[in-house]
């Protein structure tokens, strides 16, 4: 779990903390501060964002980042849920639980209403985005299109993993530039086509490897036939030279005792 979120409240040691670091850490709870904030407001949004973590049921937290495709450990605490969640900026909500989606508009700072139509709370959540934000994703919404037509002809959904070790992201490239844009969107499929590439070179270095091993192992083993061969050899040498200087021995006394 994350370290945050085993307090129980807000750190009695929050309030020392200087600007710079309080920023930093209200970033890590998924808030965008703007940087002439003074530290006392900071500080009441930090806390205020404590208190909404507190609050949101963790689970509804890792629907959304299920739903959002992003890899996470499952044990992921609260706060880096929070976190990712309030980085990406989806268009549509389809697919996502209806206490995921109260997570995720409590994220943006919308209230929610008892009996209140999933659809309505969709275009507040939407709205609650900021207009920019909805410029962008449209912008990134229609290049998504293009680039996913470029790219792949029909792409699938499959089950969620978490912190999936092998292939691409089941997101579609189109989903991925609505979210991150252009770059950051293009460069998660290639962050996984290079592991790919990466994996299939590793394979064949490793095939190669194997070759010139067992190339050695040929060579090694005719070496070593060669070797045994040629000692072989040396000793029938040395063995019919032998048994000739006996002869020849033997020949030589015999003749001078006969003489």
């Given at each position: 779990?994350n370290?945050?979120?085993s307090?129980?409240g807000?750190s009695?040691?929050?309030?020392?903390?200087?600007?710079?670091?309080?920023?930093?850490y209200?970033?890590?709870?998924?808030?965008?501060?703007?940087?002439?904030?003074?530290?006392?407001?900071?500080?009441?949004?930090?806390?205020a964002?404590q208190?909404?973590l507190?609050?949101?049921?963790?689970?509804?937290l890792?629907?959304?980042?299920?739903?959002?495709?992003?890899p996470?450990?499952?044990?992921?605490g609260?706060?880096?849920?929070?976190?990712?969640?309030?980085?990406?900026?989806?268009?549509?909500?389809?697919?996502?639980?209806?206490?995921?989606l109260?997570?995720?508009?409590?994220?943006?700072g919308?209230?929610?209403?008892?009996?209140?139509?999933?659809?309505e709370?969709?275009r507040?959540t939407?709205?609650?985005?900021?207009?920019?934000?909805?410029?962008?994703?449209?912008?990134?919404?229609?290049?998504g299109?293009?680039?996913?037509r470029?790219?792949?002809?029909?792409?699938?959904?499959?089950?969620?993993?978490?912190?999936?070790?092998?292939?691409?992201?089941?997101?579609?490239?189109?989903r991925?530039?609505?979210?991150?844009?252009?770059?950051g969107g293009v460069?998660?499929?290639?962050?996984?086509?290079a592991?790919?590439?990466?994996?299939?070179?590793?394979?064949?270095?490793e095939?190669r490897?194997d070759?010139?091993?067992?190339?050695?192992?040929?060579?090694?083993?005719?070496?070593r036939?060669?070797?045994?061969?040629?000692?072989l050899?040396?000793?029938?040498?040395?063995?019919?030279?032998?048994?000739?200087?006996?002869?020849?021995?033997?020949?030589?006394?015999y003749?001078?005792?006969?003489?």
């Open positions: 779990m370290t945050h979120d307090s129980a807000p009695p040691s929050l309030s020392e903390l200087p600007l710079d670091e309080l920023v930093r209200a970033e890590s709870l998924g808030l965008d501060l703007p940087a002439d904030i003074a530290h006392g407001e900071a500080l009441t949004a930090v806390r964002r208190e909404l507190l609050e949101l049921d963790r689970d509804a890792l629907d959304v980042v299920i739903w959002l495709r992003v996470v450990q499952q044990s992921a609260r706060e880096q849920l929070a976190r990712i969640i309030t980085r990406q900026h989806p268009a549509h909500f389809d697919g996502l639980s209806d206490r995921g109260h997570a995720l508009a409590r994220l943006r919308v209230t929610l209403r008892d009996g209140e139509p999933r659809t709370l969709e507040r939407r709205k609650a985005d900021g207009w920019w934000a909805r410029v962008r994703r449209t912008q990134r919404s229609v290049l299109s293009l680039v996913a470029l790219v792949t002809a029909s792409e699938r959904d499959d089950d969620y993993q978490f912190l999936p070790e092998d292939g691409l992201s089941a997101r579609t490239i189109k991925d530039i609505e979210q991150s844009g252009l770059v460069a998660k499929r290639l962050r996984g086509a592991d790919d590439y990466v994996r299939e070179k590793l394979d064949e270095i095939r490897i070759r010139k091993l067992d190339e050695i192992d040929r060579r090694l083993g005719e070496w036939d060669r070797e045994m061969s040629h000692r050899r040396i000793l029938k040498i040395t063995l019919l030279v032998t048994i000739l200087v006996a002869v020849l021995s033997l020949l030589y006394d003749f001078r005792g006969a003489s």
